[in-house]
């Protein structure tokens, strides 16, 4: 009997304490900005090597979630990846040539995020799954004007961001930690050499190739939400 009695006396304490703070389901806007470096993999060892193995990148993410309770939130996001992807000092024999190549794409993605403590600093954890969607790129060369058109395509992504969580105030929440994110894609290059059409007269002389990657990379990621 004593035993019904706590029991009956921990709930009855538990849901007074509800009812004091109760919880609202609630929609939060959450900022994020990322900055890592990588590396790749070739899906397949028969392929051209179109890139020099590390790159550099920065996220730039809005997401929205749907707080489902205190610890659990669902939601979908979208952003900006700047992947700079070759920088490279080449000897062409009497000279050095300077060359960089940038990708830039857009994620659209689903993320969940849970805490799991509910207290003002907890730890985190934010998978997410979705599509690099390639919309721009930029390659840069000091001397020559070739690769001209190389660049990362669209692809497969998954990503996964843990951390602490802070809570500030009323709604506001501050997110920081590392962050780990793949991305499978093709690197599509399009070869031209002016000094062949020089020499060859021959204008617009071009070669085509593609090269599919696994690319990895981990970095830290800071997020501030309301």
Known sequence: MRYILLITMLLSLNWASAQENPFNP???HNFQFGFGFGGETKAST???DLMDGT????HFDYVGLYHLNPKVALGAGTGLRHVIW????????DYYDASLAQSFLIP???QARFRFLDKKVSPFVSPALGYNIYVGSSNESLYDDDNDGRHLGSGFMGNVHAGVSVRFGRGIQLVAGPYFDYFNT????KYSDPLAN?????????????????LFQGGLKVGLSF
């Open 55 to 58: 790159f550099m990148a920065l």
């Open 108 to 110: 659209v993605y689903a």
């Open 26 to 28: 609630h929609y939060s």
């Open 46 to 48: 028969n392929q051209e």
């Open 186 to 189: 093709t690197v599509k290059n």
């Open 198 to 214: 020089t020499l060859e007269g021959v204008s617009g002389r071009q070669s085509n190739g593609s090269s599919d990657f696994h």
């Open 86 to 93: 070759d920088l490279a000092l080449s000897d062409q024999g």
